[in-house]
């Protein structure tokens, strides 16, 4: 993880943000790089999820109108900044780990 991190001081990965470099650079440190893990030991690990739901889940995230365990404003921080279709991306990207 340390070196996830590390890895984002490189400007190259900024430019490359695909679902990919967005789930190693942000959501990783929660969820696990294969998303296998409940965001902070309360909600489903994403990659049992399906695309739709992890679709809804995202868009209501982002939207501030979800918080399904209580804690969907640390969601909301780490989504709020994403488009459409980074969160359809991250969709289709989160059930093949
Ligand atoms: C700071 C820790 C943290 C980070 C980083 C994080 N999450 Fe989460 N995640 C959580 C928490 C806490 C919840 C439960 C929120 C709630 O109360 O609904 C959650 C919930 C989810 C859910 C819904 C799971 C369910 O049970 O319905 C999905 C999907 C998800 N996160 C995907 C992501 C993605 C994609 C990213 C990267 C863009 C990300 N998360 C980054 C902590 C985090």
């Given amino acids: 993880m340390k070196k996830l991190i590390l890895l984002t001081i490189f ?3 900024i430019f490359a943000s695909s679902a990919q470099s967005i789930v190693s650079n ?4 929660c969820h ?3 998303m296998d893990e ?3 030991g309360v909600s489903m690990a994403p990659n049992t999820l399906t695309q739709a739901e992890i ?3 995202l868009q209501g995230y982002r ?3 979800r918080s399904e365990y209580g804690m969907g ?5 780490k989504v709020s900044e994403f488009s459409d279709s980074e969160l359809e991306e991250l969709s289709k990207y989160i059930p093949t780990l």
Avoid: F, I, Q
């Fill in 11 to 13: 400007p190259v990965l």
């Fill in 26 to 29: 942000v959501c990783s440190e």
């Fill in 32 to 34: 696990g790089t294969k």
């Fill in 38 to 40: 409940s965001g902070m």
């Fill in 55 to 57: 679709l809804t889940a």
């Fill in 63 to 65: 939207d501030g109108t």
């Fill in 73 to 77: 404003s640390t969601m909301n921080e």
